[in-house]
C-alpha cells in the first residue's frame, strides 16, 4: 500500500513571497490534516479536512495561509506572503476516520524562509 | 498550544537497557496515542490507548493510562540502536473528529 505522498520535499524562499505544498494521501481515505513543526516542537494541527470539507482549521493563520481539497483527494497547502517564522517542516496526514483510527504522515516538506 | 507535556526532554540509555517516559495533558480524552519520528521514517503510530483501557502492549512497548492523573507512560524494553528517535503522546478529545494534540516529546537515544 503506497503511504502518504508529498511534495517537494525542501523549499528556500525569501520573506514575502509565497509557497505551495502538495499532498496525496493514502487512497480511500477520507479524512486529511496538514501539521506544522517547528524545530524542537511537536506538530500542531493547521487544517483537517473530511472529504472535500473543512472540519477544523481553527489554528489556520488565514491573514496568509489557505488550503483546498477540491475532490476529496489531494490537497494544496499555500502560504502568501512567507514570515520568517513560518520556517517549519509542513507534514500531511490521512486516516480512514473516526477517533480511534492512527493518522498516517507523509515525509513533509521542510520550508526555509530567509 | 500544545496539550501534551512529555518527560524527560531527553533520554540517553544503552542498548539493551529499559526506556522510559511520560506524558501529561490537561483535557478529557477519547484516546492517547504514541508516534515516534526519526529522520528515516518520519513521524510513525506505535500504539492507542482508549481511555477506559489502563495499560496495553505491543511487542517491546507498554504504555499506561491513568485518567485520573491525566498522564501515560510508555516503555521500551530492551532498547536497540534502531529506537533512537524522538517519541511524541498524542491525545484525542472527544468530539474532536480524530484531531491529534501532541507534546513537545522526548529524544531518545540508544548507544550501541
Known amino acids: 500500500e503506497a503511504g502518504v505522498a508529498q511534495s517537494p520535499r525542501y523549499k528556500i524562499i525569501e520573506k514575502r513571497q509565497s509557497v505551495a505544498f502538495w499532498c496525496n494521501p493514502i487512497?480511500?481515505?477520507?479524512?486529511l490534516y496538514w501539521y506544522q513543526q517547528i524545530l524542537g516542537q511537536g506538530p500542531k494541527l493547521l487544517i483537517q479536512?473530511?472529504?472535500?470539507?473543512?472540519?477544523?482549521d481553527s489554528q489556520l493563520p488565514k491573514d496568509r495561509f489557505s488550503a483546498e481539497r477540491l475532490k476529496g483527494v489531494d490537497s494544496t497547502l499555500k502560504i502568501q506572503p512567507a514570515k520568517l517564522e513560518d520556517s517549519a517542516v509542513y507534514l500531511c496526514?490521512?486516516?480512514?476516520?473516526?477517533?480511534?483510527?492512527?493518522?498516517?504522515f507523509g515525509p513533509g516538506t521542510r520550508l526555509t524562509v530567509l | 498550544s500544545q496539550q501534551g507535556e512529555e518527560d524527560p526532554q531527553a533520554l540517553s540509555i544503552q542498548e539493551g537497557e529499559n526506556a522510559t517516559m511520560n506524558c501529561s495533558y490537561k483535557?478529557?480524552?477519547?484516546?492517547l496515542q504514541w508516534y515516534r519520528q526519526n529522520s528515516g521514517r518520519g513521524l510513525v503510530h506505535l500504539i492507542l490507548?482508549?481511555?477506559?483501557?489502563r495499560e496495553k502492549h505491543s511487542g517491546r512497548l507498554r504504555v499506561t493510562l491513568d485518567t485520573s492523573k491525566k498522564s501515560s507512560s510508555l516503555l521500551i524494553t530492551a532498547s536497540r540502536a534502531a529506537d533512537t528517535a524522538s517519541y511524541f503522546c498524542a491525545t484525542v478529545e472527544a468530539d474532536s473528529w480524530g484531531k491529534l494534540q501532541f507534546g513537545a516529546g522526548t529524544q531518545v537515544v540508544v548507544t550501541p
Open positions: 490507548i482508549r481511555s477506559n483501557e
Open positions: 479536512f473530511q472529504n472535500n470539507g473543512v472540519v477544523d
Open positions: 483535557t478529557s480524552i477519547n484516546n
Open positions: 487512497s480511500g481515505h477520507a479524512t
Open positions: 496526514a490521512s486516516t480512514g476516520g473516526g477517533s480511534y483510527n492512527e493518522q498516517f
